[in-house]
């Protein structure tokens, strides 16, 4: 089973109304990186059978677009297992609840979603440290309990390789 860890993007600043802070949408800069990223998953030719996404509207937004860039066309799943609060178990229970598939997507919350993509893939028993940044995109080859990152992308990343892109594409003007 392949699980791509996607955090959700930007959604500017956090709010103190825990209810208000649920609903928080993704800011310009969010939409962008969502943009970038679903295209670059997609030229990866990366395909998920499901994506599973926290129920906070940041999350579901950034879900929603990433999926539309990849060309996911499912229906989104929600779970309370990615949730910022979210404890280890609760995602390995999502884990399960998913082993059938064989590419899942889960988009969640840091600190947690970082704790997850660092637990699963040690093999010692401790915590690998991983930080995802807002929109940042890593893929995990998992066989049985463990997991091996294969590449983790960030939004900055993806965009300086498409300005790169973009730039070797123009025709080179020649010089007289």
């Not at 879900?63 to 996911?72: F, K, P, Q």
């Not at 066989?143 to 294969?150: A, K, P």
């Amino acid at each position: 089973m392949i699980i791509y860890f996607l955090r959700h993007a930007s959604a500017g600043e956090h709010l103190a109304n825990p209810k208000k802070d649920e609903k928080r949408a993704l800011d310009k800069e969010g939409i962008e990186q969502c943009g970038y990223v679903g295209r670059a998953l997609a030229a990866l030719e990366a395909q998920v059978d499901v994506i599973v996404s926290s129920p906070l509207k940041r999350a579901t937004q950034t879900a929603s677009l990433v999926g539309n860039e990849m060309g996911y066309e499912g229906k989104l799943q929600i779970e309370t297992g990615l949730r910022p609060e979210a404890t280890f178990s609760d995602f390995r229970k999502l884990v399960e609840k998913y082993a059938r598939q064989e590419a899942i997507m889960v988009v969640g919350h840091n600190p947690n979603l970082s704790q997850f993509l660092g637990a699963i893939i040690s093999d010692s028993g401790c915590e690998a440290s991983v930080e995802l940044k807002k929109g940042a995109v890593a893929k995990v080859e998992m066989r049985r309990s463990t997991g091996t990152l294969q590449w983790c992308l960030t939004p900055k990343l993806v965009r300086a390789l498409y300005a790169a892109a973009v730039e070797s594409a123009r025709p080179k003007t020649s010089r007289k």
